[in-house]
Structures are given as C-alpha cells and as structure tokens.
C-alpha cells in the first residue's frame, strides 16, 4: 500500500515525478546538481542514469534511515538529519564507480523566488545555494543496499 501511494505520487515518468517535497529531476540536471558551491559532493562521478519511480518510493520508505548517518566531511562534520522528511530533496541518478547512486539534494525551506512564477522552479532546476549550515545537504542513496552514504553539509557564514 505504502509503495502504491509512492508510485502514485512519484507518477510514470521519471523525468517529471514528484511530491509535495520531493522532485526527480532529470538526468541531464545531474551534473549540475553536483555542483556546490560549498559542500562536497561524491566523486568520481562517471556517468548519470534515470532512477525508477520504485526506487524513489523505496528512497522515500528509507528516508528514516538517514537520520542515523553522521557527516565526516567539512563544514558540517559531526552533523546528522533528525528529520529528512522535513527538507525538500531533488533526487538524480549517478553512476560512481560503476555503481548506481541516488543524490539527494536537500533543502529545509521552499525556495524564496523573487517572481511567483518561479515558485515551482525548485522542481526543474537544482537548487543552489552558497553557505547556509545545516540548512542545506546533500547525501548519497543506494539502491542495492537501500543505505545511505557520503552525508554532507554547506559551510555556514
């Protein structure tokens, strides 16, 4: 029942499936996306690929689970997410190492546009944001092991 209700709010096609608070975003959109400006992203990505809505439905069951991964990496060392459902996340599919990956980009707040237009933009284009602490991260899902991995955060001002 729960998978249903994903695969319904996730849709059939991957490039435009979405949530409430979470948003597949195509994998042209991944390079992209791993392109922080101050956080660490995984490397060496060699390549993207379209993630499945099951596997978002099965990302979203486990999303619980990331709450007991503890960052290693600068700016956020130490720091954990008590609650990812709370954030919004833009999910693309990358290869490391041969291996696929989900990235989750992750963001507390919804995106403040200066134009309403914009306001759903955060479900097209990777959300970038310079700085900002805890407020912001970023983490790799696999899909194999449904474990979560690489937890990072944006240094903070």
């Known amino acids: 029942m ?3 209700f994903y695969l319904l ?3 059939a096609s ?3 499936a979405s949530s409430e608070h979470a948003v597949l975003l195509p994998p042209a959109q991944a390079r992209h996306v791993l392109q922080q400006c101050s956080r660490e992203t995984p ?3 060699s390549g993207v690929w379209t993630v499945s809505p099951t596997i978002i439905a099965e990302l979203e069951q486990d999303l619980p689970k990331l709450s007991k991964l503890v960052s290693k990496t ?3 060392k130490g720091l954990s997410v008590p609650d990812p459902s709370a954030f919004y996340r833009q999910y693309v599919g990358v290869s490391i190492n041969g291996h696929n990956y989900v990235y ?3 963001f507390r707040n919804h995106p403040i546009y200066f134009h309403a237009k914009d306001r759903d933009r ?3 284009e990777p959300e970038m944001v310079c700085d900002g602490g ?3 991260w970023g983490a790799l899902y696999d899909p194999e092991s449904r474990q979560f991995s690489q937890l990072s955060f944006n240094g903070s001002v």
């Open 134 to 136: 805890d407020s912001f």
């Open 74 to 76: 600068c700016c956020g």
């Open 9 to 11: 709010g996730f849709g």
């Open 2 to 4: 729960v998978l249903a």
């Open 43 to 45: 490397k060496p990505v």
């Open 14 to 16: 991957a490039s435009s």
């Open 104 to 106: 989750i980009n992750a």
């Open 122 to 124: 955060w479900r097209s």
